[in-house]
């Protein structure tokens, strides 16, 4: 009697790339950013593309390189009128419309989710 052995079903992938988010991410339209660099420097006012627990995606005029340096964001609700300013480090950039960029950041910590509700 031959004894049949069970194989695994290939994986699927529906993208170019997989989704590696770990949490699940929000727009948040009452929320807006300023950026400053390690160095210091404040940058203009950002627009917020997406926000989670984890991380923040912001629509940038230029990219930024994926290291281990600390950018500072202070993210703003307009509705409730406060911020938040947290420590983040640079993850990926990826082109955008009309030759702006989403650039993803990874908090250092991550944001409760009291906080994370406070800015959407």
């Known amino acids: 009697m031959a004894v049949q052995s069970a194989s695994k ?10 989704n590696r988010r770990v949490s699940v ?10 950026m400053g660099t390690p160095e ?3 940058l203009r006012q950002v627009r917020v593309y997406d926000l989670s627990t984890g ?3 912001l629509i940038m005029p ?3 390189e994926a290291s281990d340096d600390t ?3 202070q993210l703003n609700n307009r509705l409730l009128g406060f911020s938040y300013d947290l420590a983040a480090q640079v993850r990926h950039s990826t082109p ?3 030759g702006q960029y989403i650039v993803g950041f990874s ?5 409760t989710l009291a906080e994370l509700a406070s800015v959407l």
């Open 55 to 57: 991380g923040i995606a």
């Open 96 to 98: 955008h419309i009309r």
């Open 107 to 111: 908090f250092l910590r991550e944001l």
């Open 62 to 64: 230029k990219p930024l």
């Open 71 to 73: 950018y500072y964001i």
């Open 9 to 18: 079903p290939a994986a699927r992938h529906t993208g170019a790339r997989s």
């Open 40 to 42: 210091g420097v404040l």
């Open 25 to 34: 991410r929000y727009g948040a339209p009452a929320s807006t950013a300023k």
